[in-house]
């Protein structure tokens, strides 16, 4: 999904600066979730550069 940060923070009446820190901070949280998820798996468990790249589809903000 493409997030137009003028139209967003005039929609929420903040600046284009707070949108974006907003954003990077979802995208924090849901890749703890993600790899809090998998590392229930085992205790050795690392999360392999695949499921890394499908993290960050999964998570991924197009910002403009």
Known sequence: KIVRKPEMA???Q???R????DIDDL???FREQIEA???CISP???LSKTL????NM???VQVH
């Open 10 to 12: 005039q929609k929420f």
């Open 52 to 55: 890394l790249y499908l993290i």
């Open 27 to 29: 995208r924090c949280f």
């Open 18 to 21: 707070s949108v974006q820190r």
């Open 44 to 46: 050795n468990f690392a």
């Open 37 to 39: 998820s998998f590392s």
């Open 14 to 16: 903040v600046t284009e």
């Open 58 to 60: 999964i998570t991924a």
